[in-house]
């Protein structure tokens, strides 16, 4: 028998016991896949800040929105108010200067706060939007069918346009008995 078992297994030597150096990809592809990941979180991340400005923009909305129907049971009476002043300012006798200066103060308060009156012209069309008949005023005229004849009570609206309460104005009717043929 020599120095060697029969059978023995030779001990392998240190470099066959090392794993096969791996391959790395070029440095170029490495590079380039690089840019596109980065590419793809500046897309998402400009996404991500138009959702949240968006969503920012919604709840400002929806914030505002509760304010004014907070407001509006309080508006409401100061445009009671502003209706009360005009009446008197009306029928007042010498005495309207003072009730006036109210009243144009209080016009002021409400435009600071955002809220304008509104009204119509004469003749101007009838909107039901803005406008609601407080009353008919026959018409022989056609073509003052269905325009504004007088404001009873102006209406109010937000610095958006939105309205908060129509006028209410007389409005002509086309009345075509006034036109049957005159007998001589």
């Known amino acids: 028998m020599g120095d060697q078992l029969e059978g023995e297994i030779e001990a392998p030597s240190p470099a ?12 170029e592809a490495v590079l380039a896949d690089l840019d596109s990941r980065l590419a793809e979180a500046q897309r998402l991340l400009g996404r991500q800040t138009e959702l949240t400005e968006r969503l920012h923009g919604e ?3 929806l914030r505002a929105g509760e304010l004014r129907n907070a407001q509006l049971p309080l508006l409401r009476d100061l445009m009671r108010l502003c209706d009360n002043l005009e009446r008197m300012l009306a029928v007042a006798d010498g005495a309207g200067d003072d009730l006036a200066l109210v009243h144009e103060g209080l016009l002021d308060l409400l ?4 809220i304008q009156r509104f ?3 004469r003749e101007e069309r009838f909107d039901p939007r803005l406008h609601t008949a407080a009353g008919v005023d026959p018409t022989d005229d056609e073509q003052l069918d269905r325009t504004v004849a007088e404001v009873v009570r102006h209406g109010f609206r937000w610095d958006n346009g939105e309205v908060i ?7 002509y009717r ?3 008995t006034d ?3 005159q007998r001589p």
């Open 174 to 176: 086309f009345d075509e």
């Open 59 to 61: 709840n400002q909305e």
């Open 119 to 121: 009204g119509a012209e």
């Open 111 to 114: 435009d600071r706060n955002g």
């Open 16 to 27: 066959a016991t090392e794993p096969p150096a791996e391959e790395h990809p070029p440095l």
């Open 179 to 181: 036109l049957s043929p």
């Open 165 to 171: 309460r129509v006028a209410e104005v007389r409005a």
